[in-house]
């Protein structure tokens, strides 16, 4: 495609509920990124992807939170039991190789209630 | 800890002048800062990057200066339009992975 795509582009989940947030990269690019957004702060780094090796979890917030790309291509991010605080703006970002530029999807609005 | 900061304050400029936001970093040496920017409901889009052994880098009319001494980059918009009012944001990193990023600064040019 000509981006990266996110979906869905807004979620509303009550406290409890398990939720996945899909992830299409632009066609090709090896490096897959996940980043968190709270409204006014910047994007905070959760996961990196190298083909579909997750290389990096570090910024993972709990074991509630979990992602995959089982074929180096399309990404999900889950979170499971979802809680007040995990509403937010998740951005996924894909880069062709390991040293270039990333290009950010729209993010997926997250709101729990 | 590894901080990065940016003015959260907005920056309010008129038009045609030159917008300079700042950037600045604590307590560690980043290899690169680079420079995004964000429109609301949008993700983040790249503009530039700078090499800790660079001072200066430009793009049409975007400047980034990089200074290790100040701990400090300065990124300017020359001629700035309306068009160019969104969030600025920083972000330091060893390579293109795991970016690190400020709060951002929000730019209003005024026509």
């Known amino acids: 495609g000509a981006g990266v795509s996110q979906s869905p582009r807004y979620k509303v989940a009550k406290r409890g509920q398990d939720v996945a947030l899909r992830c299409d990269p632009i066609?090709?690019?090896?490096?897959l990124f996940w980043y968190q957004q709270a409204l006014g702060q910047g994007p905070e780094f959760l996961t990196y992807?190298?083909?579909?090796?997750?290389?990096?979890k570090s910024g993972l917030p709990s074991d509630r939170f979990f992602a995959e790309r089982p074929e180096g291509s399309v990404s999900t991010l889950k979170i499971q039991r979802t809680q007040q605080e995990d509403s937010a703006v998740y951005l996924c970002a894909s880069s062709l190789a390991v040293d270039t530029e990333a290009f950010f999807g729209q993010g997926t609005r997250l709101t729990v209630v | 800890s590894q901080k990065i900061e940016q003015n959260s304050e907005a920056l309010n400029i008129q038009e045609g002048k030159t917008a300079t936001l700042t950037c600045n970093y604590t307590?560690?040496?980043?290899?690169?800062l680079q420079w995004y920017r964000q429109d609301p409901g949008r993700g983040p889009v790249f503009l530039l990057l700078?090499?800790?052994?660079?001072k200066e880098k430009r793009k049409e009319r975007l400047k980034v200066t990089f200074d290790t001494t100040l701990k400090q980059s300065l990124f300017h918009i020359t001629a700035s339009q309306p068009a160019d009012s969104a969030t600025y944001l920083c972000?330091?990193?060893?390579?293109?992975?795991?970016?690190?990023f400020g709060t951002g600064t929000r730019l209003l040019v005024s026509p």
């Open positions: 066609s090709g690019h090896v490096s």
């Open positions: 700078i090499r800790e052994n660079e």
């Open positions: 307590n560690y040496s980043p290899a690169y």
């Open positions: 972000a330091r990193s060893t390579g293109f992975q795991k970016l690190v």
């Open positions: 992807f190298q083909n579909e090796a997750q290389l990096d």
